[in-house]
């Protein structure tokens, strides 16, 4: 099936394409991503001139297509290279540590997507907060297969494009607790939605300005904002801070110790302006932080409540 629109193009760095646009996969069941049997990977979004399924492939370390469909084909394929990581340089970055160095040595084409989809990637943050990541996971995928729209194009799977901000904003209450959602997150993206035009401005703001704009938003904290900034807006300093495991697992990957989160921002200051770069690393390292003895967040069923 001939596609609607296509780009190819040759990255300014190294880069791995599953290493880079696999942070935006909600799941291994997201049903908007999906890697195909040839390693290409598909992903569907809503562009301001309609919903679009890209199809991206890559050849050697630095080149690149996309293939897209649906009537937002030409915009998806002119923002794949930044989606890609084409403006995510890491000239400037010293790894400082010989841990950090050799997985940066390891890991040259991992780079930070940047979809610019502002309020598309701060609805499933939202469905994350408070939650284990696999509920939230569950939720995203059974709204998205009620009341996403079928993705364009000759998708490897049954793919789907998540509902415009009407979209959620018109999911019925029993709709949101049906799919494992409490009443305070579902509130959260029905009061947000109204306001996605405003959200969106964050993807031509500085980072300090985008924060701001996000979390002037009520139900959007600091947490929310370092997720949208690390996806939709190809922030490499983004700290989730308020993540569940996220100061234990840098405190004993760099101290061998737990830390607080106040802790765990002193101890990443040395790599400011890259701190969610050496999160990730970390992770390539084989750091496993602390040792799982302590309490975990449960599963929490809202449906029977």
């Known amino acids: 099936m001939t596609a609607d629109a296509e780009l190819d193009w040759r990255a300014p760095h190294p880069t791995d ?33 309609g919903i679009a399924t890209m199809r991206l492939s890559q050849r050697g370390t630095d080149e690149f297509r996309c293939e897209a469909w649906g009537p937002g084909a030409a915009e998806a ?26 997985a940066h040595r390891r890991n040259p084409g991992m780079r930070v997507a940047r979809s610019g989809r502002v309020f598309e990637t701060l609805v499933p943050a939202v469905l994350e907060q408070k939650v284990i990541t696999l509920q939230a996971h569950d939720s995203w995928r059974a709204l998205l297969q009620r009341f996403g729209e079928p993705a364009p194009g000759p998708v490897p799977r049954t793919m789907r494009v998540a509902p ?26 029905v009061a947000l939605a109204p306001y996605a035009a405003r ?14 704009r996000l979390t002037h938003f009520t139900g959007v904290g600091a947490w929310t904002a370092a997720e949208v ?15 569940y495991h996220l100061a234990n697992f840098v405190g004993h990957a760099l101290e061998g110790r737990d830390m607080t989160d106040d802790e765990m921002l002193a ?29 975990r967040m449960e599963f929490v069923d809202h449906r029977g409540r």
């Open 267 to 295: 101890a990443l200051e040395p790599w400011a302006g890259q701190r969610y770069r050496v999160i990730r690393l970390l992770g390539y390292s084989g750091a496993r932080g602390k040792p799982r003895r302590g309490p």
């Open 199 to 212: 959200i969106d401005e964050a993807a031509s703001m500085t980072p300090a300005d985008a924060f701001a």
């Open 17 to 49: 394409l599953h290493q880079t646009v696999g942070a935006l996969r909600r799941g291994p069941r997201d049903p908007s991503f999906a890697t195909a049997p040839d390693r290409s990977v598909w992903r569907t979004t809503r562009m301001p001139s």
């Open 229 to 243: 900034a690390q996806r939709a807006l190809g922030d490499a300093d983004a700290v989730s801070v308020g993540d």
């Open 164 to 189: 415009s901000a009407d979209g959620w904003r018109r999911i019925p209450s029993w709709e949101w607790h049906r799919a494992g959602v409490d009443p305070k997150r579902s509130r959260t993206i």
């Open 77 to 102: 394929a002119t923002s794949a290279p930044e989606l890609v990581g084409a403006r995510d340089a890491t000239d400037a970055f010293e790894p400082l540590l010989p841990r950090l160095a050799d």
